[in-house]
DNA sequence: TGTTAGCACTCATTCTCTTGGAGTGCTAAC
DNA sequence: GTTAGCACTCCAAGAGAATGAGTGCTAACA
């Protein structure tokens, strides 16, 4: 009777030694490789057994007879859920990991000391970073704005007909909508419904505020009560159109540095999910719906969207302030550097929340 | 002594039917298709003689010695200012190309009578839809701001010691700043500051204001001189700030589609000068210049963007209204379909200006 | 004098064949 | 259980060789 195969301690550090040693030169590791690589004093033959176990077992694959063996996605499931928490904890190349670091944060701290008065700059910014110091393609979603409350509305008549519709939300997010309207509206009646809005509205989210809108409101515009309708209705619309998710990328430039990922075919898929930025919002909701694990990790075919499924991707929720939620996503070939992607986006979600936090309260914007 | 080398008209018919060809077929074009292609009936041996003197002139190069002929920048050149003029006149295709022109104004009209009330989505929209016509890259670039007029400007405080500012420029182009300011404001305040920036300045171009703002306003602030300084210059700021130029870009991967732009060194390149939008400004400048002319096209290294050395750019200036003007440009192989471009672009252009001036009267914004 | 047929020549492309090397799997010995 | 040794597989890189598209040149023709 055959011996059942199962995975020892050895064979797990053995693993992690042909996923490392992948990750660094992303060239198929032979057995002979890890027999001196490792401190385990092993021969290549002793090796060979238990890749082939390995192999079984279904955590690596050989690309070819005659080839090295490289991580499955089950390996690098593996390695991302268990090997990589020991290795973070080992002192191994901390002091460079400091020094990497550090420069990051710094770097950081300059574009947020900047005067970006727009969480849109702010944010394409922070991907462009990113991108720059990861040497991945990156994502980073605006924050959902039906769960941000409105903190300040304003309408004023810009021409005749024509109504400027100014929301400010939490966060000094602006938003405008130019509304055109039938009626004719004299300065008090603006007046007069600004503070209304602002009296019956601040405070609520845009949800909120688009489900109840009409019949909160109505009990309270008295005589006005047909012009504020049409208004009304206007402002639920320019609300609702308003509330469709900002994404911003950059260095999607960045994927030809990985040759598993350059052919046109790929590159094109890939570049274009980039730059049609819809395309990345399963992304995001998936991503969300896991917030709790705070740092998210998509190995080839778990990600959401198809186009990605030769590629891992990374992402981390960030929160600017009371429920102002984002996400973020790093985008790479499954070999990407785990270690490194996961303690950059774990700085950039504290630096987004803290320095914006800052931003808020000393009055720097 | 030699016989002097010219291009007669016989040699131009060659020409033309050599670009025409190479157009077609992205491959070099040997005597022998030429001899069967043109009407002229003359042997290959002849044409080749032909294609020699040609190739003395400069007009068309060989890949390699046993390669067929392709056109150098000069051939493309006398091309696109000679010969497209007279082969637009021709009735081949027409009947062909009206539909095809008819299809791409209703897919326009669609985007335009959607609506869109911002001139971002509006121009992204645009460009996109370019894109999906040409098969290129394109770009679209914001209107100038500068040289726009404001409409309506407002302060309003959001909260203590931030004051919004929203300015509506002429064309309903919406921009907000939020300002800082240390001093305390009154209600009073604000609608004096209102009723002082409206009078003031409504009317001028962001140009005007930044240049002659300060002075033009102290004469009037009165008592309110202190508080109107701070606020003004933070204006002025503002306006400065928002005075950057917007450029949208789409169809990024198309590139993918031309096998001479798409090694990965050239397409990184070139994707990325369009993602990093802010490459492109040296083409709008340039191209802006040359406005009189209506389209400009730019063939090779008469780009002056130098990423696009091995593409061609056709570029066109649109006027939404009075001086908010932009330029739209399609980017794409040497080879393009500069025909098409051509006509496709002055379609985009006039719908564009049309449509806007439409949007702007009947009230649908 | 312009045009053409014919021929030798060039050169990219494609194919096959060979070689080298990296790496494996298996077996036998320790 | 571990290891040395060996046969085997298969990719990658290189060398010819064949193919064929296309040219340049020359000599003959109208």
Do not use: W
């Not at 690589?37 to 092993?42: E, I, K, S, V």
């Not at 420069?103 to 922070?126: A, G, H, P, R, S």
């Not at 688009?210 to 008295?222: D, F, P």
């Amino acid at each position: 009777m055959e011996k059942e195969v199962v995975l020892d301690e050895r064979k797990m550090k053995i693993l992690q030694a042909i996923i490392k040693n992948y990750l660094e030169t992303g060239e198929p590791v032979g057995s002979r490789t890890i027999s001196k690589y490792t401190d385990l004093n092993l021969s290549s033959a002793t090796i060979r057994n238990e890749m082939a176990d390995l192999e079984e077992l279904g955590y690596i694959v050989q690309p070819h007879t005659s080839a090295g063996r490289i991580p499955s996605d089950k390996g690098y499931r593996l390695y991302v859920d268990n090997m990589m928490l020991e290795r973070e904890a080992s002192l191994l190349n901390q002091e460079a990991k400091l020094a990497d670091r550090e420069k990051e944060i710094d770097e950081m701290k300059e574009f947020l000391t900047e005067k970006v008065d727009k969480v849109e700059t702010l944010l394409q910014n922070m991907a462009k970073m990113l991108a720059n110091n990861t040497n991945y393609a990156t994502m980073i979603s605006g924050p959902h704005l039906h769960k941000n409350k409105l903190k300040f509305i304003q309408l004023s008549e810009v021409e005749d007909g024509k109504v400027l519709c100014v929301m400010v939300l939490e966060g000094n997010i602006i938003k405008n909508k130019i509304i055109a309207i039938d009626e004719e509206l004299d300065n008090e009646g603006i007046l007069k419904l600004n503070i209304l809005f602002n009296s019956t509205l601040n405070g609520l989210t845009l949800e909120e505020i688009n489900l109840g809108i009409i019949s909160r409101m109505n009990m309270q515009a008295g005589k006005q009560l047909n012009l504020a309708r049409n208004v009304l209705e206007a402002v639920a619309e320019a609300i609702t159109s308003e509330d469709d998710l900002q994404i911003y990328t950059s260095g999607a430039t960045n994927i030809f540095k990985y040759p598993e990922l350059s052919d046109s075919q790929r590159a094109s898929e890939l570049i274009n999910t980039l730059e049609e930025k819809q395309l990345l919002t399963n992304l995001i909701t998936d991503s969300e719906s896991e917030e709790e694990k705070g740092i998210q990790i998509y190995i080839g075919n778990e990600t959401p969207v198809k186009t990605m499924k030769d590629c891992s991707v990374v992402t981390a929720t960030y929160e600017l302030e009371d429920g102002l939620k984002g996400t973020i996503g790093v985008i790479g070939p499954k070999r990407m550097d785990y270690e490194k992607v996961v303690e950059t986006l774990k700085n950039v979600k504290n630096q987004l929340s803290h320095a914006y936090k800052k931003e808020d309260t000393d009055g720097d914007l």
